[in-house]
């Protein structure tokens, strides 16, 4: 009788024990990872953090392998085990990447607790960098950590309790994930304007050259701002109705207008609107000041020979009057300066440190946010790439392969060498189209900037550098992810010829609106062109600040 009873509890506490088994192996696991050595020239230099900020992104599952990025640098196994015991974690992981021309090779070492290591190495393009750190990665993940699969970026339940499927409208790193924020029509296909997801106003008369949302009557209201040719047109849009004119004022007859920013520079609550035109025979630059307190236009200040727009400009991103002065030869003259007021007139003051090509159209900068990595600026080239520079922009750091922006303004301009003068019957113009507003923007509040761009699409245009009028469009938002500038979102394809973006409460109905100015495709003919606004309200309340970023999108081109 005692044997049976002594095998009955023999064979509980075995499976008691075997019960233990899973909750044991389900222990997180946790792993530090050095910066790598970089065999590379100097302007690869950032990738000794990057790819391990990277490899840390694409490893993490929350509750079963958590990890962070150390300091230190490793160049033997002594020196990881060393790590290793410093961080009391139970792997570490170390590494170099090697760049020889346009090839690279990622070489990647793992040890654990007990000295048993792992060594994985992957290599490919430079230009292909994204996958071979995601094979690497999933390599290590499946051998030496014993995870696997991909890991997605999480996203929080859909806002008032709707479920619904994938996005129709905003595709978020294209995961595949079933759910996320921003815009309840996101989640169904084909839902159409009737929910208030989407707001569209009637079509209007002309072509739009530029667009901006603000107060500018003083009513504590928004407006919108359309920019024609040689007319600028107020408009209110009330909640359910259609867009209703306020005023219109024609700029001027002889030039072109080809910029528009509003900016308060009087600090009484109403913006004032910064018109940029140009002569068409020199490309002369005359900059026009506007009021609208009280829905009457008036002119805030003279008229200056100056191109002009509106930066904001750090460390306290502040909205800035810059200016730019006309160069015969080069289009722009050398430096971006601050404007400042003396009397009726604008004038150039202090010079800002910027890089060589920037121009008060095509720079922004992007806040460093809560992680203090500091502050970025973004440059868009005169091929439409966007740039990125590092320390003030001291040192290009990332180079986008795509293109960007799209406007369909631009100024015809004459190259020629100093002294020898130029033949317009011979020489053909090039052409200088004016960049779109590069929004910075800390959309959830959370201490992390996207920079939201317009991606124009079109098969002719990369046939016909002069065909502008794109028939679709995509607005990107774009982080920087410690590699270079990826995907965070993006709309779905956007009928019609983008000709502005901006981020406001179009309606005023308490909600942050994507706000797209649209030109109709050329089908309707050039005499014919129409233009329209489309907004998206935004949902911000759903973003969760704690998941971590997904990047998987990122390119690499530093040159």
């Avoid at 506490?13 to 970089?38: E, G, R, Y």
């Avoid at 009280?294 to 502040?318: I, K, M, Q």
């Avoid at 740039?387 to 190259?415: C, P, W």
């Avoid at 052409?431 to 996207?450: F, N, S």
């Amino acid at each position: 009788m005692k044997f049976f009873m002594r095998l009955s509890l023999a064979a509980c506490l075995l499976i008691f024990a075997v019960s233990l088994a899973p909750a044991a192996q389900a222990a997180s696991k946790t792993f530090v990872i050095l910066p790598f050595t970089v065999n590379a020239p100097q302007s690869y230099a950032y990738l000794s953090k990057a790819v391990p900020a990277t490899m840390q992104a694409k490893l993490y599952r929350p509750g079963v392998l958590e990890g962070r990025v150390a300091q230190g640098k490793a160049a033997s196994q002594a020196e990881a085990r060393k790590a290793l015991s410093s961080a009391g974690a139970d792997y570490a992981v170390w590494g170099s990447v090697n760049v020889m021309g346009n090839e690279c090779t990622i070489e990647v070492n793992c040890v654990d607790k007990a000295g048993k290591i792992w060594s994985k190495s992957g290599q490919g393009p430079l230009s292909g960098l994204t996958g071979v750190v995601q094979n690497v990665s999933a390599a290590l993940g499946s051998e030496a950590f014993g995870v696997g699969g991909a890991r997605t970026l999480g996203v929080t339940s859909p806002v008032g309790g709707r479920a619904g499927g994938m996005s129709s409208d905003i595709v978020v790193n294209e995961t595949g994930q079933q759910q996320m924020y921003l815009n309840p029509q996101f989640r169904y296909q084909g839902a159409g304007a009737s929910d208030g997801s989407r707001l569209r106003s009637q079509r209007l008369p002309g072509n739009m050259v530029d667009m901006a949302v603000g107060d500018f009557n003083g009513d504590g209201k928004n407006e919108i701002a359309l920019l024609g040719d040689h007319k600028l047109t107020i408009y209110t849009w009330p909640p359910q109705d259609k867009l209703k004119k306020l005023g219109e004022i024609s700029i001027s007859r002889s030039n072109t207008n080809f910029s528009m920013r509003a900016i308060d520079l009087n600090r009484d609550g109403a913006k004032e609107l910064v018109v940029a035109t140009f002569e068409e025979e020199s490309n002369r630059p005359y900059s026009y000041f506007y009021s609208f307190r009280g829905n009457t236009f008036r002119e805030y200040a003279d008229r200056c020979p100056y191109f002009v727009s509106v930066l904001a400009v750090p460390p306290h991103f502040t909205p800035t009057l810059v200016g730019q002065g006309w160069d015969s030869l080069k289009l722009f003259a050398p430096g971006v300066h601050v404007m400042v007021k003396n009397g009726s007139k604008f004038s150039l003051g202090s010079r800002l440190d910027l890089p060589p090509g920037a121009s008060v159209f095509n720079v922004a900068w992007l806040p460093g946010g809560k992680d203090g990595k500091g502050d970025q600026l973004v440059m868009l080239t005169d091929d439409e790439r966007l740039k990125v520079f590092q320390g003030n922009g001291k040192t290009l750091i990332h180079t986008t392969m795509e293109r960007f922006s799209g406007s369909a303004t631009g100024m015809d301009h004459y190259k020629g060498m100093p002294g020898l003068g130029v033949d317009r019957n011979y020489q053909l113009p090039s052409k200088y189209y004016a960049p779109m507003r590069l929004i910075a923007a800390d959309l959830g509040r959370t201490g992390e900037y996207v920079l939201l761009v317009n991606k124009p699409i079109s098969t002719a245009s990369q046939l016909f550098d002069r065909y502008r009028f794109f028939p679709q469009g995509e607005i990107h938002a774009l982080y920087w992810d410690g590699v270079g500038l990826a995907l965070k979102w993006k709309t779905r394809r956007i009928k019609g010829s983008v000709a502005e973006v901006d981020l406001a409460d179009v309606n005023n109905n308490g909600v942050l609106d994507l706000v797209v100015g649209l030109n109709t495709s050329p089908d309707l003919g050039i005499g014919s062109r129409q233009s329209m606004i489309v907004a998206y309200p935004l949902d911000v309340s759903a973003t969760d600040p704690n998941v971590p970023a997904d990047m998987s999108d990122f390119e690499v081109n530093p040159n």
